[in-house]
């Protein structure tokens, strides 16, 4: 945890509040911190501050603010990935935040069991955000979006996020040309499921704009997968 995430609610006062029982936890454990100490905290979807510790209870840290201070930029990108299992959407939402991404959308496919969909891990999905936007130090909220039927999204959605110098790239370990890389513009990554997308999903992403870059001989987990496009594409 590299800033404290706070609601706008919890900084309404002059004295900022802190009351997550997790993030109380890791001040007292991991930083042992005390009255004086300064603390980096950002307000969700707000700015973000060096602060001053005022008062340390048992439920509640309370701090100042001295200086504000740079959020880091987001990555001019929206990720588009088939629904992954429960366990690896977690690492995927953290990490994508964690790394800057401006918009994310979880879109069904053939290869993806419809009972991903019904997962608790999606109602959970701000926890995840928090603890990507604590690992950064950032405070902007990424969009996500959620999309059931591929179809619909592909035909409807898709062609509105492509322009000219916002091209689509789909990640498609039989395509002939690879991956780009260190480009300089904003872009749409689509990542299929375990299994890839089948070869009429591939068709119906070309036919409406897209283009499909391999990422080398090796198949990836799509943790991995995203992870490693990121930093091949935004060097």
């Known amino acids: 945890m590299n800033i404290v995430l706070l609601e706008p609610k ?9 009351h997550s029982a997790r993030q109380l936890s890791h001040l007292h454990k991991q930083l042992n911190i005390q009255v004086d100490d300064t603390l980096k905290v950002g307000i969700r979807n707000g700015k973000r501050y060096l602060t001053r510790i ?8 309370r701090v100042t603010p001295i200086q504000q201070e740079a959020c880091p930029a987001k ?8 629904m992954p299992r429960p366990k690896v959407l977690r690492r995927l939402i953290m990490d994508s935040v964690t790394l800057g991404v401006e918009r ?11 009972s991903y969909w019904q997962t608790p891990f999606l109602q959970q999905l ?8 604590e690992q950064a130090g950032d405070t902007i ?20 996020l492509i322009a000219p110098l916002r091209p689509a790239f789909v990640a498609h370990p039989y395509a002939e040309t690879a991956m780009p890389h260190a480009i300089e513009h904003p872009c ?4 299929g499921p375990e299994g890839g997308f089948i070869p009429y999903e591939v068709d119906l992403l070309i036919k409406n704009g897209c283009q499909a870059y391999h990422l080398g001989s090796r198949i990836l987990r799509t943790e991995t997968a995203v992870s490693y496009l990121l930093g091949r594409l935004f060097v």
């Open 75 to 82: 990555l001019p990108v929206t990720l588009i990935v088939a």
């Open 10 to 18: 919890d900084t309404a006062q002059a004295e900022w509040r802190i």
């Open 54 to 61: 005022v008062a340390i209870e048992e439920q509640e840290i």
């Open 188 to 191: 749409s990554i689509i990542i």
């Open 104 to 114: 994310i959308c979880l879109t069904h496919s053939y290869r993806v069991d419809k």
């Open 141 to 160: 909220v990424p969009d996500i979006q959620l999309y059931k039927r591929f179809k619909p999204f592909v035909e409807d959605v898709l062609p509105s």
């Open 126 to 133: 701000d926890d995840y955000i928090t603890l990507g936007l």
